[in-house]
DNA sequence: TCCGCGCTGTCACCTGCCTGTCACACGACC
DNA sequence: GGTCGTGTGACAGGCAGGTGACAGCGCGGA
């Protein structure tokens, strides 16, 4: 289905991903250092590259400035692997410019998904999988990680980001709060359902005039409004 | 909520998961061995089945490819336990088809939170549950929790959701007020069967035009109505 | 090295709505 | 007409969700 470069130095982890990749039918090449993922990337042109961020020679935030930067890899989306707590924050935005992150310890079920959600976006032939969003008064780059309401940027952090995104994608169908903590946080994260009130909370907050897109269903979880119109009662 | 068959012979493993996931609310029947694993999966058509790799008769690899090769048993998603270090395994795992695993020692939330998934994301295959009703002025979308009556869109509680869509996936047949409480309130209903009444009362209120597809059987219980045509009067 | 800052998860509090229960009214069936 | 079953309105308690505050953590700057 797609090319994809691994760039991950633990050999058992590369193993597992290289082998479970190739299984969902995708071509896989792997790298153990940074520098040779580097040249991988820019010799195979591949659609996505798995990055760890921590390498034993150049660290896979320089690698992915580096593909980031050079304007020949600009199809290529990066997905990065990070320990929890990491500067994810960083990564994901605007500076570094990957497109998606993986926490460790993360499912193989859940990266194969994200592949999935990438590829799917990455997409031109599809419809309605565009990178540049618009939806009423709300307007998302994907790719940069900016969005903006009623023309005035706002900033997000990684983790509000993908809740909107994630809320987004599935539009006018109710989430429960299972199924964010799944699909936003990964299925190890050990946390308790309110706190993706406190995030859809702050959410909100940021996004003003756009905040009554995502309503509460009561007893049920939460829903990205089906139409912009609809959001304003 | 789902039937679930756990095959491990360590005993207070096998106690521990049978207990947490019952409290769960899951239906559980446990095995010590791989062969009568095999067994009770094939006479139990479970959703899931926890199945350790170490066993003391046939190993759990082999059960796993017994029962993914077994059309009969296409809807059973494979949750494999595994020891640490088993990295091999880890993979081997996958390639026989299991759907994910985990690796010993985990810990039980983390377990319960990776079957719940497992399920909510096998469930829409279900077929026959149409996710967008229409039945005559009656408009329900299942996915966005949603209902109009005659084009004009009402609020329905998530209690009484349940019991609009309980009653009508039972359309033209009779629901008693215990049957409504084990489906609509959950099996340990401790509650006067005249609360159904209130609750068809409100119901019905919202349901405007379309109330008369609610009807009551005296002496028995509550029906939806076999079709719109049928409830004019 | 220390301090401050931003992000995040958790908690406690509060409010409003949902919900279970009751008592009474009403209607059907005998 | 009597009785049983159901419809209905009122009410109190509880719970779900919004919200603000706080602590831990990692990072960057001083």
New binding site residues.
Partial sequence: MAKIVVVEDEKDLQDLLTYNLEQAGHTVVAADRGAEGVRLVREQRPDVVLLDLMLPDISGTEVCRTIKNDPSCRRTAVVMLTAR??????VVGFELGADDYVVKPFSVRELLLRVQAILRRSHPAEPGSDELIEFGVLKVDRQAHRVWVSGEEI?L????FRLLMTLYERKNRVQT?SALLDDV?GIQ????T??V??????L??KLLGARNYVE???????RFCGSPDEAVA
Avoid at 189 to 192: C, E, L, N, S, V
Avoid at 197 to 202: N, P, S
């Fill in positions: 707590g990491e500067e994810v924050d960083r900033e952090t990684a983790l509000e709060r946080w994260a050990d946390i308790t309110r706190t009130d406190t995030h859809v909370k702050r909100r907050e509460t269903v009561r007893g049920v979880g939460y």
